[in-house]
Structure formats: structure tokens, C-alpha cells
């Protein structure tokens, strides 16, 4: 593919964005406008022919990862991947754009998913992470679904005057709830503005949400806790004393900062995922029986 041109061809690679429902999609920005920043001097960020050439060629980026995953005390055998795109987003609504606005915020969307056996039973976790390309505001909205055969639970994180916070479980105690948290740092947040510019991850010490994965696992209450974070090229590694867990997230260093791999340790247990392999495909019209060899070639299968 040639180079893009600035911005004549963008209406026409938003055309074929991701899971459209309506084909009139044509946002012409490219750079994301802000809701709320995360401080009152930072810029937007100005995306350079090299990231419109990759993030808005009509295609996601999806990496499947080996995964050992620490449960009930012991190490499980699964599968990770992690899906990033861009997207149209709405401010108000806090969902994907079907219509061109000048309004709409340009998202890097990052839907991760696990799957993994505890004896008999499987378990299914995703999360969502709908983050602005402008890198100086927090995710707008974050979601996290757990599944297995106990039963399921969901918690949204949507970002507007303050965080508001809707959680639903199975579990007594935890049940239907809905509350506001002060803004600080989400740590779902931090997979998404390290592939925009890792330079710009907080560091030292810090307030930080836990990732929602790890609150409903642990029951854990969904709040800010102190941690402390570190950054080297290639690495980010986030420790928080309180909840005795440790994250590291290993990142090729060169533009698009793909995920090599990543641990996280609690409980002297550590969880961690390997890269198996990497492709770019728009996988919303590839759902016929054919396409099945995707998955191999993913290692999926």
C-alpha cells in the first residue's frame, strides 16, 4: 500500500473499520479531541505518517500468547490474545460511532481475553479498553466479564465527571452496585497508551486502579491503591505492596511497541503469557468455516 496522504484518504479507510453496523462511518479526524484531561498542560497527542500507516489501514492488530495462568493455587495451561484497533467513539453515549461527527473521539481499542481450564471447568475473562489516541485524558470507558460455571460477573468503568462504576456478581456481598471513584491512573489503561507512546507512562510513585481481571478474582474492593512504577525501554513493571502483586509488561522498544509478554505475580504465584504470533486482519468479515485457519495460524487451534 502506498503511503497515506495526511488525511484525503482517511474517510475512506474509516469506511471499513471494524463491526460496522452502518458503512457511513467517514471521521475524518485523526487526532482524538479530549473529554477530561488528565492534566491541563498536555497536549494531544499528533499521530505522524508511520502510526496513521499503521492503526488506520482497516485492519486490527491481533496477538495470541501462550498463557500460564495462576489460579486456586496452581499454574493453568491457556490462551491469551489481545485485539487493538482504532475506532470512532462517542463522548456521551461512551460507545463506537456508526455516523461521522466532528464530535467523535479516535480511540485505540484493546479487547483482551483469556481461556484456561481449573479441573473440569473452563473459565472465559475479557476486558475492554476504549482509550483516546490523544494520550492526555484517562480510558473513557473500561469493561471486564468473568466466566465460568459458578456463574459470571461484570464490572464498567465509565469516565465522566468522576469514574462511575457498575458492577454486577454472583457472589454474596458483591452482588448489584453502582458508586464513583475519584480519577487517578487505570492500570487497563496503561496497555493501550504504551502502544501510543510508552514515554508518556506514569512512573515513580503513584495512584493507581488495579486492573478489573485482578478485582474480581481476588474480590478485591475496586478502589485506588497506592503503587509504585518503573520504566525502561522495553519494560514497565508496576509494584503495588498492598495487594502483593507485581506487573511486568515486556514491549519491543521500536514503533508499534507490540507486547512480547508480560507476568504478574501475587501470592507467590506468577502468571505470565508469550507472544506465539502477530498478524493484521480486519477479523469482522472473517467469520466464515474458511477462515478457521486463522486461528492456526495463531496457534489457537
Request: hydrophobic share 35%; with cysteine; proline share 5%.
Amino acid at each position: 500500500m502506498k503511503p497515506i496522504k495526511t488525511l484525503v484518504l482517511i474517510p475512506f479507510i474509516l469506511l471499513l473499520f471494524g463491526c460496522n453496523k452502518n458503512k457511513n462511518v467517514n471521521n475524518k479526524e485523526v487526532v482524538s479531541q479530549t473529554i477530561v484531561s488528565k492534566s491541563n498542560n498536555t497536549p494531544a497527542f499528533k499521530p505522524d505518517q508511520q502510526f496513521n500507516n499503521y492503526w488506520y489501514a482497516g485492519e486490527a492488530e491481533i496477538s495470541s500468547y501462550k498463557l500460564e495462568q495462576a489460579r486456586y493455587g496452581e499454574i493453568r495451561d491457556g490462551h491469551a490474545v489481545l485485539v487493538y484497533v482504532t475506532e470512532p467513539f462517542l463522548a456521551k453515549e461512551q460507545v463506537k460511532a456508526d455516523q461521522s461527527n466532528p464530535s467523535n473521539i479516535n480511540v485505540l481499542k484493546l479487547n483482551s481475553t483469556k481461556n484456561f481450564n481449573t479441573g473440569i471447568y473452563p473459565y472465559s475473562i475479557m476486558q475492554s479498553t476504549f482509550y483516546p489516541v490523544a494520550n492526555n485524558q484517562h480510558a473513557i470507558k473500561i469493561s471486564a466479564s468473568v466466566q465460568e460455571w459458578c456463574g459470571q460477573v461484570y464490572t464498567q468503568l465509565n469516565n465522566r465527571d468522576q469514574f462511575q462504576v457498575t458492577s454486577h456478581s454472583y457472589f454474596q456481598g458483591e452482588a448489584d452496585q453502582q458508586f464513583t471513584l475519584e480519577k487517578t491512573v487505570l492500570e487497563n489503561e496503561i496497555w493501550t497508551q504504551l502502544r501510543i507512546n510508552p514515554n508518556s507512562l506514569p512512573t515513580g510513585n503513584i495512584s493507581v486502579i488495579p486492573n478489573l481481571e485482578f478485582i474480581r478474582l481476588n474480590h478485591k474492593p475496586l478502589k485506588s491503591y497506592n503503587a509504585f512504577a518503573e520504566h525502561v525501554p522495553g519494560t514497565y513493571k508496576l509494584t503495588n505492596k498492598e495487594l502483593d502483586k507485581t506487573l511486568e509488561i515486556n514491549y519491543n522498544p521500536e514503533f508499534p511497541y507490540n507486547i512480547e509478554s508480560w507476568s504478574e505475580t501475587t501470592k507467590g504465584l506468577t502468571t505470565k503469557a508469550t507472544k506465539l504470533k502477530t498478524i493484521k486482519s480486519a477479523y469482522w468479515n472473517k467469520n466464515s468455516n474458511a477462515d478457521l485457519e486463522l486461528r492456526k495460524t495463531l496457534g489457537l487451534e
